[in-house]
């Protein structure tokens, strides 16, 4: 599986590599049980402080995407329901942020529902 | 004519040859991305100046070495041929180092005039697998091979111990004749299967640096340079393995030459000489030139082209030759210049690990001349 990490960005690498091991996670390319790299392997394959890696695996961590297998290393972990509270706080600025634009932009309801169903769907969910 | 033809100087006169054509050919065997040390991108050059670039470095080797070969010619009339030999030696080091360093300086000017537009990307992959078949190196219980012949010299050794001859003998020159013999005693009677043993160890070191390394892709071709990544590091982790077989041969046929058990014949003496020391100097060439580093030259179905640009790591390798990076843990990297890998010189363990090899190394020189 790919990871892909911009450096020109402004957005730090630690939250780009959150990123991209949870769109492994949605997209399947990660399945549950699989182990991930360790922290110094992909601080090692990227070249970059393993700080930065711990801090991403971390995050995960904390939000149940993925756990610490003693014999594995880090793991994928089941998919189960794990809306918080605080998710769906940030949920909504999110999708606030972009349907501010697209309803500027003229975009109708059945449009943008249509465009967010086949982009979920596009992803893997279901 | 002061150069004496016989098999010494034109063994020496070969392996100079050999060593210059691999100077030569460098250019020819680095990673598409990487021009003399530096990192390029489409946008900067074409092919064309590409080439040229390449070309300028192959005339500067050439007429540098041609110079130095006259002094050859004519120091050889004046000064023993080793003395001669070690100097060309080193000058043609010299002189590689040279023309290299000049062109990398070359194209690093070059590359200040044309910024990156494209984001700079960095790709990487959590598996070791070509199109979701696994494919890892080479397996390492190979090693066993090379192993149970060394433990067998071990074993041999002391079976016979008795059998030995008080006076071993340990140095020859090709016509057959004994150079020198020393007492009997159990240090300088297993000191083949020592240095077998580290040998040995020495190519398993190889093999872990190539497993440890990182599978460096490229953010245009994710999916072709994974494919050739995983190729190329098989394919030199079987290397390692085949190396450290005909190496410990090698030893196993020189243990029984000093031990006594075999006939000092020209030709065996000439041939345990010659042949694992050929053998590995051109499966280094042949190989190299198949593979190219990172996997450059294999045949593989290329179709991608992200419109991407690679990161800018320039300033981590000095010279285009030396990585220094403290940020990255890695311990060795894919050489820019050349096929092989190199050391993180920013990563403290490895520096010493490095230095302590050259130290082992020297050690066993002076060891094994007492």
Known sequence: MILELNFSSEVPIFIQIRQEVLRAIATGKLSEGEALPSVRQLASEIGINMHTVNKAYSSLKADGFIRIDRRKGAVVEEKRKLVTEAYLKVLDTDIENVFIE??????????MMAICREKYRKIGGR | MYINLNSESTLM?????FVFILMGILPFLSRKEILFGIRIEKEMM????MKGYTYKYIRRLLFLDAVLL??????????PLEFVYTVVIIGMIFIQGFSYISVHLEVKRHKENFPVKAPETVVVTTDEKINGVDYPLASIFWFGIPLIINAYMYIYNALIYQEIPEQLKVAFDFNGNIMRMVAKSPAK????????????????????AIKMSKKQLDARKPNESKERVLRFRRIWSAWTILMATILTTM????????????????TFITLIAIVPTFIIVLSLIILAVYTGQGGSRLKVRSDEDFEKANRNDDAYWK???FYVNKEDPSFMVEK??????????????????FVLAIVLLIAISILTSI
């Open chain 2, 336 to 353: 820019r210049f050349g096929v092989g890998w190199t050391i993180n010189l920013g990563n403290r363990k490895a520096v010493i690990g």
């Open chain 2, 13 to 17: 006169f070969i392996m100079l040859f």
């Open chain 2, 251 to 266: 030893f196993f046929m020189l243990n029984l030459l000093v031990i006594g058990k075999m006939n000092e014949s020209k």
């Open chain 2, 189 to 208: 009677v297993f000191m083949i299967p020592h240095i077998s043993l580290l040998t040995l160890l020495i190519f398993v070191f190889v093999y872990y």
């Open chain 2, 46 to 49: 074409d092919e064309q100046t």
């Open chain 1, 102 to 111: 697209a309803i500027c932009r003229g975009l109708t309801e059945e449009e």
């Open chain 2, 319 to 321: 010279l285009g030759m």
């Open chain 2, 70 to 79: 006259i002094f050859l010619y004519l120091g050889s009339m004046h000064f």
